[in-house]
């Protein structure tokens, strides 16, 4: 059975920094695009990265280029968002999804499973 968790979320100040895991488990997580996309309060949910499968290629939205970055540790079967530079429209419920695909991709109907979600706050 396939399951994505997120963790390492929190409150933050400005400025400051946080790195997310997305792990995976049911599937090799390397063989396929992961997407990681937000949700603030009130919004739609909005596309950040993309890791493609197998060459580990990555794209960011342009919200957050510059200042996020993933990368990815087959062993352990996890995505890791870094996130610098945090401002406060940063903050949002941030997701990682998986896709059967392996390019890059930031539309919702290209992730099939998705994870539970982590809580990023920036605020002083």
């Known amino acids: 059975q396939v399951h994505l968790v997120e963790s390492g979320g929190g409150l933050v100040q400005p400025g400051g920094s946080l790195r997310l895991s997305c792990t995976a488990s049911g599937f090799i997580l390397e063989h396929y695009a992961i997407g990681w996309f937000r949700q603030a309060p009130g919004k739609g949910r909005e596309a950040v990265s993309c890791?493609?499968?197998?060459?580990?290629?990555?794209d960011y939205a342009d919200s957050v280029k510059g200042r996020f970055s993933a990368s990815r540790d087959n062993a352990k079967n996890t995505v890791y968002p870094q996130m610098n530079s945090l401002k406060p429209e940063d903050t949002a419920v941030y997701y990682c999804?998986?896709?059967?695909?392996?390019?890059?991709?930031?539309?919702?109907?290209?992730?099939?499973?998705w994870g539970q979600g982590t809580q990023v706050t920036v605020s002083s």
């Open positions: 890791i493609s499968g197998t060459d580990g290629l990555t």
């Open positions: 999804a998986s896709s059967p695909y392996i390019g890059i991709y930031y539309s919702h109907s290209s992730y099939k499973y």
